[in-house]
């Protein structure tokens, strides 16, 4: 599981996708919608969407011109999951 934590790491490593997840936390969003909330141009916005796909963190789908965007939970809880057991690990090896 090394290399997609280190995907996972590398994504949420920056603040505005962890805004980004923290808006698709809620509900499905367009590309536009989110990319209003932030003063960034479009390759910059598209740059962080790339991130997040690519650590599996969001999924998106086509409706005509418009991209959609939402929430991996799936992966998330993975990483929270071993999060976890490493938090575990830390407790065990105290004793």
Excluded at 30 to 45: C, H, I, L, W
Aim: hydrophobic share 40%; net charge negative; aromatic share 6%.
């Amino acid at each position: 599981m090394a290399g997609p934590l280190n995907e996972v790491f590398k994504a949420i490593a920056d603040p505005t996708r962890r805004e980004i997840l923290r808006l698709l936390r809620t509900e499905e969003m367009s590309a536009g919608d989110v990319a209003a909330r932030f003063e960034m141009t479009k390759p910059t916005m598209s740059h962080h969407f790339s991130v997040l796909k690519a650590a599996g963190l969001i999924s998106s789908r086509r409706e005509g011109q418009t991209i959609w965007y939402c929430l991996n939970t799936t992966v998330l809880e993975d990483v929270l999951a071993w999060s976890m057991d490493m938090a575990r690990g830390a407790e065990g090896d105290k004793t």
